[in-house]
T-cell receptor, first 112, second 114 residues
């Protein structure tokens, strides 16, 4: 199983850049790295995905080093509405099919 | 743009009762999943399906059964509810086999077993 390790919680302030790093030492060759965001009482929401180097969309950037054993989600200029739990996942191919395994995630609290 | 719809949104069951949770998606996705989330925890995979007529066990399948008779629907059944099954249940669907294909989640079903 490709498991991930990320900080349990982080605090930030409005307007700052937040970087959440995730470790995935056993990532498989064909696995992608995917990040989700979850607000209270809602289902997780897909944020960004990548395989290597850097990926950027309108919400975040994802940095993946050459060895792919870690990744960093970067949220530019956070606001109070970015307070949520952020999950880093890699595909689990055991059993022949991909299924995402969620860890506990990182609770991000953004303060005024 | 409905995406993934779960019904019901809330339910209270007595120990030993049975119920079925319905998940419906309108995106023509092949893959569908049922997760449970306990307070302060991440999501745990219960069962999943890689296409119509198929089902497979996830991390925590005991006490649950599933069926995928139609591509757009994925049903989760509790035959004899127990207090340990009190949780929020999320259904998700995806289009591809790679983890790179983002999942779409429903808004959840909050189940309490007393």
């Amino acid at each position: 199983l490709a498991k991930t390790t990320q900080p349990i919680s982080m605090d930030s302030y409005e307007g700052q850049e937040v970087n959440i790093t995730c470790s995935h030492n056993n990532i498989a060759t064909n696995d992608y790295i995917t990040w989700y965001q979850q607000f209270p009482s809602q289902g997780p929401r897909f944020i960004i995905q990548g395989y290597k180097t850097k990926v950027t969309n309108e919400v975040a950037s994802l940095f993946i080093p050459a060895d792919r054993k870690s990744s960093t989600l970067s949220l530019p200029r956070v606001s109070l509405s970015d307070t949520a739990v952020y999950y880093c996942l890699v595909g689990d191919r055991s059993g022949g099919y991909n299924k995402l395994i969620f860890g506990a995630g990182t609770r991000l609290a953004v303060h005024p | 743009n409905a995406g993934v719809t779960q019904t019901p949104k809330f339910r209270v069951l007595k120990t030993g009762q049975s119920m079925t949770l319905l998940c419906a998606q309108d995106m023509n996705h092949e893959y569908m999943y049922w997760y449970r989330q306990d307070p302060g925890m991440g999501l745990r995979l219960i069962h999943y399906s890689v296409g119509e007529g198929t089902t497979a066990k996830g991390e925590v399948p005991d006490g649950y059964n599933v069926s995928r008779l139609k591509k757009q629907n994925f049903l989760l059944g509790l035959e004899s509810a127990a207090p340990s099954q009190t949780s929020v249940y999320f259904c998700a669907s995806s289009s591809g086999q790679e983890a790179g294909y983002g999942y779409t989640f429903g808004s959840g079903t909050r189940l309490t077993v007393v």
